[in-house]
């Protein structure tokens, strides 16, 4: 099994920052592709910005230039800085891995998502 666990959402002021963090745990053997999701009520969960174990990263048009994914192998972790904040960002941020566990079994999990608002 693998647990993520985000943490850093919170209440910003439009062109503020906030930087978003998940730690993966479990019984892991490897990591491959991370990312970060968002969803508003009534929406569809949408894409933010993947990061491939190799370092490789796409972002979603509408993040692009404000937004930067970041991970550590090591420590299974992704991180999400997130500037210039608009209030249009304003959803429930979900951490996404897709990992290999110790008994071989390839599975995508999920965070249970923390909230980000960006409003005056």
């Known amino acids: 099994q693998v647990q993520l666990v985000e943490s850093g959402g919170g209440l910003v002021q439009p062109g503020g920052s906030l930087r978003l963090s998940c730690a993966a745990s479990g019984t892991i053997f490897r990591i491959f592709d991370m990312g970060w999701y968002r969803q508003d009520p009534g929406k569809q969960r949408e894409l933010v910005a993947t990061?491939?174990?190799?370092?490789?990263?796409n972002y979603a048009d509408s993040v692009k230039g404000r937004f930067t994914i970041s991970r550590d192998n090591a420590k299974n972790t992704v991180v999400l800085q997130m500037n210039s904040l608009k209030p249009e960002d304003t959803a429930v941020y979900y951490c996404?891995?897709?990992?290999?566990?110790?008994?071989?079994?390839?599975?995508?999990?999920w965070g249970q998502g923390t909230q980000v608002t960006v409003s005056s």
């Open positions: 996404n891995a897709d990992a290999l566990t110790m008994t071989g079994t390839r599975m995508s999990s």
């Open positions: 990061i491939t174990r190799g370092g490789s990263t």
